[in-house]
């Protein structure tokens, strides 16, 4: 029985580490992305009230990570806008964002950074509200000197 027992408890030993390998290890931001950046992003497209082509906007938007994701924060005027749930892979970042079933809009964002230069990034931004109208943007992130 002792014998039975051991080699239970050697299953048990090899299907724990077995889980614990196939777990996704976080990737990290590196360094030269980590960090606060001054946006700008600017309307080129839209058939939603919400928004007019040419509209410009400007927030502070922070890559940052936990133990469990990537994710970039925005602010403007030091209060938290939205969370972006964050994936980078490819030598492109890839940002997304809904609001919760209590949310009176239904709103999807999607953001696509794939130009990367020393201190600026440039992407795209989709906007969906209510899965009616989308609107279209450029974004460009320039790296905030004075906010590492």
């Not at 196939?22 to 946006?39: F, V």
């Not at 924060?73 to 969370?83: C, F, G």
């Not at 964002?97 to 949310?103: E, F, L, R």
């Amino acid at each position: 029985s002792k014998e039975a027992e051991y080699r239970s408890l050697v299953k048990l030993r090899d299907s724990i580490n077995k889980q614990k390998d196939s777990l996704k290890q976080i990737a990290n931001w590196p360094d030269e992305i980590k960090g606060q950046w001054n946006s700008k992003i600017v309307c080129t497209a839209s058939d939603c009230n919400d928004y007019v082509i040419g509209d410009v906007r400007n927030d502070i938007w922070e890559f940052a990570q936990d133990s469990t994701k990537l994710y970039v924060k925005v602010l403007n005027k030091n209060k938290l806008v939205r969370i972006y749930h964050a994936n980078y892979a490819n030598n492109q970042i890839l940002l997304h964002y809904s609001t919760d079933s209590t949310a009176q809009k239904v709103v999807e964002m999607n953001v696509r950074l794939q130009e990367f230069q020393p201190n600026r990034i440039r992407g795209t931004r989709s906007v969906s509200i209510d899965r009616q109208c989308t609107a279209k943007f450029n974004v460009e992130l320039v790296k905030s000197s004075n906010l590492r």
